[in-house]
């Protein structure tokens, strides 16, 4: 998720990616891309995306002045993902994003991306990590996909088993 450094992401965003997230869908993450990931949080979420064999950016920058890599592969601040995604269509950069379920019902996603997004819906909900604790916290009381830009799924909605 966002650095929490600055004041730029509310503290509700301060819930970070489990590795297992990741595991379930690297066979859909291009491996001859550099992933910027871009959004800070504890850290661990590139490193776990380089452990899986992934050439990875992740470094505590600002995503709003700063553009790394060939693709994003990231769990963005909730609470900004309109500015982000908008950012992310003038850049034009393909994306793996972890975001709740609705953003698919918001204006500001159709008109800016209309039927340029692929959704990979996982099996079960995602619990995320509290930043500063290592244990899942099985209290997230919505579901999120795996929206993509750019990625070029073999079919516009997957189902992961």
């Not at 890599?69 to 994306?95: A, C, H, W």
């Not at 975001?99 to 039927?115: A, C, F, G, H, V």
């Not at 340029?116 to 990590?129: A, D, V």
Request: hydrophobic letters at 35%; a positive charge; charged letters at 25%.
């Amino acid at each position: 998720m966002a650095s929490f450094h600055s004041k730029t992401f509310s503290s509700n965003d301060n819930y970070m990616t489990p590795k297992y997230v990741w595991e379930n869908i690297q066979q859909y993450i291009p491996k001859d891309k550099v992933i910027w990931e871009p959004f800070y949080g504890d850290g661990k979420s590139g490193q776990y995306l380089q452990e899986m064999g992934f050439n990875v950016i992740h470094k505590d920058i600002d995503f709003f002045s700063n553009n790394e890599g060939e693709i994003i592969v990231s769990n963005p601040p909730f609470t900004m993902k309109k500015q982000i995604l908008t950012r992310l269509k003038n850049l034009d950069k393909p994306f793996i994003l972890i975001m709740p379920q609705n953003t698919i019902n918001n204006n500001y996603i159709r008109e800016q991306y209309k039927d340029q997004i692929q959704i990979i819906i996982p099996r079960k909900r995602i619990h995320f990590l509290k930043h500063g604790d290592d244990n899942i916290v099985k209290k997230c009381n919505f579901d999120t996909f795996y929206y993509c830009y750019k990625i070029n799924l073999k079919s516009d909605i997957i189902f992961l088993e």
